[in-house]
């Protein structure tokens, strides 16, 4: 009677392991990078309504109708913003950390100490702090737009809408320097 594995049974298993192995590898990290960007796009949508309610408390600063004045800084004290070359009105650049210093965005805690805090993108790791939300009234309504950092990243993290049987995105990011529009 036999009582093991021969050496050449135990050779076919575990190149038959191996070969499953490669095989499942990269469609685990292809499911893990569209997880990330699923997480990304969603800080993103987070953002955008963080932004909103800001702009929402300092209307009066960015509407200079209703109070009669000149508008207010939010941040740098522009009040239009010129994107593709056309001009938007009533409109303020802010960023993620002034949102959180204003208590609009919640940071996480990251390392051991608790009083470590950052906003970071779940793609890369890299802190997301700097970058930029357009705030701006259309209508007597505010609206915020998150400007990416890639035209690529914006496709991925905007939807389309239909408007006249077509669909469209619209968004806005960074190329050279100066915020484009797509």
Request: aromatic share 10%; glycine share 8%.
């Amino acid at each position: 009677m036999k009582k093991g594995f021969t050496l050449v049974e135990l050779l076919g298993a575990i190149t038959i392991l191996a070969i499953l192995m490669v095989m499942a590898t990269p469609a685990v990290l292809s499911i893990s990078r569209k997880n990330r960007y699923n997480m990304y796009c969603k800080k993103v949508k987070t953002v955008v309504k963080a932004a909103q309610l800001y702009g929402e408390d300092h209307f009066s600063y960015l509407d200079n109708t209703i109070t009669g004045q000149i508008s207010e800084n939010l941040v740098d004290g522009n009040t239009s913003c010129v994107v593709g070359g056309e001009t938007i009105e009533y409109c303020q650049l802010t960023t993620i950390g002034n949102l959180a210093d204003k208590g609009f965005l919640r940071l996480e805690k990251v390392g051991k100490s608790s009083a470590e805090t950052e906003f970071l993108d779940p793609r890369d790791f890299k802190s997301m702090l700097t970058n930029q939300v357009m705030v701006y009234i259309v209508n007597k309504r505010v609206n915020a737009q998150f400007i990416f950092n890639s035209k690529k990243d914006a496709d991925k993290c905007t939807e389309s809408v239909e408007v006249g049987g077509a669909r469209y995105k619209s968004y806005y990011y960074k190329e050279g320097g100066s915020i484009k529009t797509g």
